[in-house]
């Protein structure tokens, strides 16, 4: 499975690829009626259905809301802001591939800490964001408001 992520660690283990297995499968984790091949009207279910994962949503977010704390803990939490940073991103970009995902929204702030001197700011900008290379970025609106960028993943 190494070939589905592009960090150095799983970040979902034992998880492949979410097949499609039809509504007679007792699989929890395949599909039961999203068929991304199957033709509907001249178009498949994925021309149809142009499914997303928001960033900040799935990754950022401990479960806190306005009534209390986060009640999730990430494996990819932990070490320096810059650390935890780029593991966030491919534990993402392991769970993009995984599900099949074509497309990946977020607010900019959501992706990398504020950098505190130039250097940190030439690494954030060029060295290890991988959507550089996967992904080409489109403007957007966020569910709630605020700016975010949209990007298609493209197999490389």
Do not use: Q
């Amino acid at each position: 499975m190494s070939n589905l992520f592009i960090g150095n660690r799983e970040y979902f283990p034992g998880i492949g690829r979410i097949p499609f297995e039809g509504k007679g499968s007792d699989n929890p984790l395949a599909f039961k009626a999203y068929d991304a091949n199957k033709v509907i009207g001249g178009k498949t279910m994925r021309e149809h259905l142009r499914f997303a994962v928001c960033y900040w949503h799935t990754f950022c977010n401990a479960g806190a809301d306005p009534f209390g704390p986060g009640t999730r803990h990430f494996p990819w939490d932990t070490g320096t802001a810059m650390s935890t940073a780029e593991a966030k991103v491919d534990a993402a970009f392991e769970f993009f591939t995984k599900l099949g995902v074509p497309y990946y929204c977020f607010h900019d702030i959501d992706l990398a800490p504020t950098p505190t001197t130039s250097a940190s700011t030439r690494r954030t900008s060029s060295t290890w964001l991988p959507w550089r290379k996967s992904a080409s970025r489109r403007p957007g609106s966020s569910c709630c408001g605020a700016p975010r960028t949209c990007s298609r993943i493209r197999a490389t």
